[in-house]
């Protein structure tokens, strides 16, 4: 399986990114996906997942700013973001089956002040 992030960028706070992730290779072997994110000096955090039916779970700190969902017929990841703050500024990354499964290579989310 491989994963292919997308939709990072420079945004203001208080202003909205929508990132995705394309996955391709052995599809049928996916099952739950997530997103991560990984600030400068700090460790890799978890943000939300998606089981493969549709059950999203998110951090507290996310909950209403942030959706995670998924397009199953074309294979893609989504993480909507809004209302952006400075310390959502991190490299994202997306996930597939857990920590020993598939990571994707990361895209770059700035959010300015």
């Known amino acids: 399986v491989q994963l292919q992030a997308s939709g990072g960028g420079l945004v203001q706070a208080g202003g909205s990114l929508r990132l995705s992730c394309a996955a391709s290779g052995s599809i049928i072997s996916i099952n739950t996906m997530a997103w991560f994110r990984q600030a400068p000096g700090k460790q890799r955090q978890w943000v939300a997942t998606i089981t493969s039916g549709g059950d999203a779970y998110y951090v507290d700190s996310m909950k209403g700013r942030f959706t995670i969902s998924r397009d199953n017929a074309k294979n893609t990841l989504y993480l909507q973001m809004n209302n952006l703050k400075p310390e959502d500024t991190a490299v994202y990354y997306c996930?597939?089956?857990?920590?020993?499964?598939?990571w994707g290579q990361g895209t770059q989310v700035t959010v300015s002040s």
């Open positions: 996930n597939a089956n857990g920590h020993r499964g598939y």
